[in-house]
């Protein structure tokens, strides 16, 4: 018979312009659902960190990149791009603004607090989408996590990122020899291709081992200088 440690704690609902997205309790572990599809917890980071690790290992050894991170989740890329003096400008855009609240005044603070201090981090609340097609900031490195995936995404309105248009948008605001690094639950040589086609050079992916199942990866191509 399950305990009340075993059934999940609803924390914060939220009804946003992308539908609903919730912050629950299950046990020590931090869950973030949208739309009732589960997103992420605070279980591992595995992932998100060797996310922006790659990116940061693809660039050339230019001093202080700048690097846009889609997606600011339960905050493990952004606590670990801060952790790394190396970077410069650390970007994070997210378009839920209960995700935003949860980290600067909620319960996600203690997972990304001192990042968020750290005079490098700027937070813009706006959809990564719009953000690409708009901003004329530049960076070296853009780091997605939105989606489970170039095929799975969140929304239906995200799958439009990841195909050519979208990929041509992600390269205007990369610099010469920038790097796009994108999560994924599962391997896509179907992406891969979009993204020589679209005109990245030097597309591969790197596989996350996982206790179960396919490994989650990280497709990572660079601009053309």
Request: hydrophobic share 40%; aromatic share 6%; proline share 6%.
């Amino acid at each position: 018979m399950p305990t009340s440690y075993d059934i999940p704690e609803v924390l914060d609902r939220r009804e946003g312009p992308y539908g609903e997205v919730v912050l629950r309790r299950h046990g020590e572990l931090l869950q973030i659902i949208a739309n009732g599809c589960f997103l992420m917890d605070t279980s591992d980071g595995r992932s998100e960190r060797l996310l922006v690790d790659a990116a940061l290992g693809a660039l050339d050894d230019r001093s202080g990149p700048a690097v846009l991170i889609g997606g600011l989740g339960v905050g493990f890329s952004l606590a670990h791009a801060a952790a790394n003096d190396r970077w410069g400008r650390i970007t994070v855009v997210e378009r839920e603004r209960a995700v935003i609240d949860w980290h600067r005044k909620g319960p996600l603070t203690a997972l990304s607090g001192e990042a968020l201090a750290d005079p490098r981090t700027k937070i813009v609340a706006a959809d990564l989408i719009e953000y690409v097609n708009e901003t004329s900031a530049t960076f070296d490195a853009l780091c997605l996590d939105i989606d489970n995936g170039p095929g799975w995404t969140v929304t239906e309105g995200n799958e439009c990122l990841y195909s050519p248009a979208g990929l041509a948008s992600c390269a205007r605001v990369l610099r010469p020899d920038g790097v796009l690094a994108v999560w994924s639950a599962q391997p896509s040589p179907e992406f891969e291709g979009t993204l020589w086609n679209a005109g990245f050079k030097r597309v591969r992916t790197e596989e996350i081992p996982v206790a179960r199942g396919v490994p989650d990866v990280v497709h990572l191509a660079v601009r053309p200088g």
